[in-house]
C-alpha cells in the first residue's frame, strides 16, 4: 500500500496558546482574556488562539491517515520548542513528509515514526502530527485498530479494562469539577492554579480549595465506593509563594494530604527551578523528604520534564512519584509509547497527558496509545471544559474495548 500525496489543512486547537511567563508575572485576568505585554516571543497576545495542522495521507486505495500537528498552551517556557502557527509550518511540513513518504510503501509504525521523527530540527509539534497519521496508514493498510499496531510492534497486549482518565478544569475550578464528579471522573480537578492569587500567599487558598474538593465529592458521588485521586497543577507556585523552602513545602503537603483525606492527593510541579537538572535534584529531594515523614503526597513531574530523555532521567532519580508524558512535547508519539514503558519498568508513574490544546483526532490517537501501554491515567483533552475532552478519550476507548471483545 502506497501514500499516494499527502495534504495539510489549517486547524484550531481545544485551547489556547498562553504566555507562562507573563501570566506568572504581570499579566491580569479579564474574562477569558490576558491584560498585559507578552513576556516570551513569538507571541503577540498573552492568550491567543491555539492552532494546529491536520496532516492527511491519501493511500492509494482512497483511504485518509490523519493526524494532528499540535503544540501546548504554554509553547516557548520550560525548554519547549517556540510557538507552532499553521501559516508558518504548513510549508515546512509538506516539505519534510513530501521527501519521506509520498509514494512510498506504508511499512511498520516503528520504522516510518522514526523517519521524521529523526529530522532535527524539526518542530515537535510536526513530529506529533506526522506520527499520529504514520500510526493511522499501518492501521488502515492492515485493517487493524490502532492500539493492535502498537501492541504488535512493541509486544505488548491491548488493555481489557479502561484507563483512568484525569478531567482538567481551567479557570473554572468549582463549576466543572461538579461535571467531573457527575461523569465519574476517576483523577480530577487539575485546578490550573498558576499563580499567587489562586494558591494564596502561604497556600492557604489551595487548602481551603481541596477541602472544598473533598466535601463536593461526598456529596455529588454518582455510584457507592466513587473515590477518585485529587491530582493540582501548581505550575510552581508553590515553591515562589514558600521561598522553595523544601521543610516548608513537605509541611504544607502534610496538611494539604489531612484535607484531602479520604482521598488519594497528587501535586504537580510543586516547584521550578527553571532548568532541567535542578529541578531532577528539587523533586529528587522533596519525595526524599515526603517518605522519611511519611506523607502519603504523590508529587508529578511537569516542567523541565519534556523528552524522551527527560522522562528517564527524572525516572532514574526518582524525581517524582509520576511523570506527565507531556505527548506534543516528545514529538514522534513513538516517543511517548516508550516513555510509558520505561516509567513502568522503572518504578515511576506514567501518566499519559498532553495538553488542553490538542485537537479530537490528537485526544483519539492517545487513546489508543494509552490502551495499547496502559499507564497509571490519561488526560482527557483537549479543551478545559471537561464534557468535550472525557467525551473524546471516554467514547474512543470503549470503542476500542467493545471492538477488541468483539470480533477483531
Not at 491530582?231 to 523544601?246: F, K, S, T
Request: overall charge negative.
Amino acid at each position: 500500500m502506497k501514500i499516494k500525496d499527502i495534504i495539510c489543512a489549517p486547524g484550531r486547537t481545544g485551547f489556547f496558546f498562553d504566555d507562562q511567563a507573563a501570566i506568572k508575572t504581570t499579566a491580569v485576568a479579564d474574562g477569558n482574556a490576558y491584560i498585559g505585554k507578552p513576556a516570551t516571543p513569538g507571541f503577540t497576545q498573552v492568550r491567543q488562539a491555539g492552532e494546529s495542522v491536520s496532516v492527511m495521507f491519501i493511500l492509494e486505495d482512497g483511504q485518509i491517515a490523519h493526524g494532528d500537528c499540535a503544540a501546548v498552551q504554554y509553547s516557548g517556557t520550560g525548554g519547549r520548542d517556540p510557538l507552532f502557527l499553521a501559516k508558518d509550518f504548513i510549508p515546512v511540513i509538506l516539505k519534510e513528509t513530501e521527501a519521506l513518504y509520498k509514494e512510498k510503501e506504508v511499512t511498520t509504525f516503528k520504522e516510518m515514526a522514526q523517519a521524521i521523527d529523526n529530522r532535527r530540527p524539526c518542530h515537535t509539534a510536526i513530529r506529533y502530527g506526522v506520527t499520529q497519521a504514520c500510526l493511522d496508514a499501518v492501521a488502515k493498510a492492515n485493517r487493524k485498530l490502532m492500539a493492535q499496531v502498537i501492541a504488535e510492534e512493541y509486544g505488548l497486549t491491548v488493555s481489557d479494562k479502561p484507563i483512568p482518565i484525569f478531567s482538567q478544569s481551567g479557570d473554572d475550578r468549582y463549576n466543572n469539577v461538579d461535571k467531573m464528579i457527575l461523569k465519574g471522573s476517576e483523577v480530577l480537578p487539575h485546578g490550573l492554579v498558576n499563580n499567587i492569587t489562586k494558591l494564596g500567599h502561604k497556600g492557604e487558598k489551595l487548602l481551603e480549595y481541596i477541602g472544598w474538593l473533598r466535601d463536593r465529592i461526598v456529596r455529588l458521588s454518582p455510584y457507592a465506593g466513587y473515590k477518585p485521586v485529587l491530582h493540582i497543577d501548581v505550575y510552581g507556585v508553590l515553591g515562589i509563594a514558600l521561598d522553595h523552602d523544601y521543610g516548608a513545602i513537605v509541611g504544607f503537603m502534610a496538611k494539604a494530604q489531612k484535607m484531602a483525606e479520604p482521598f488519594t492527593l497528587r501535586i504537580e510541579g510543586p516547584v521550578d527551578m527553571g532548568s532541567r537538572d535542578p529541578q531532577v535534584e528539587a523533586l529528587a529531594e522533596l519525595v526524599r523528604k515526603l517518605q522519611t515523614s511519611g506523607i502519603d503526597v504523590e508529587i508529578v513531574a511537569d516542567e523541565w520534564c519534556n523528552t524522551l530523555e527527560d522522562i528517564k532521567i527524572f525516572t532514574d532519580n526518582q524525581a517524582g512519584h509520576m511523570a506527565q508524558i507531556k505527548t506534543p512535547d516528545l514529538g514522534g508519539i513513538n516517543n511517548s509509547i516508550e516513555a510509558v514503558l520505561y516509567c513502568k519498568q522503572n518504578n515511576m508513574g506514567a501518566y499519559l497527558g498532553g495538553t488542553c490544546n490538542e485537537t479530537d483526532r490528537s485526544g483519539q490517537v492517545c487513546t489508543h496509545i494509552a490502551m495499547a501501554t496502559s499507564p497509571v491515567q490519561i488526560l482527557a483533552k483537549p479543551g478545559m471544559g471537561v464534557d468535550e475532552g472525557y467525551m473524546v478519550v471516554f467514547n474512543e476507548m470503549n470503542r476500542i474495548l467493545a471492538l477488541t471483545k468483539g470480533a477483531l
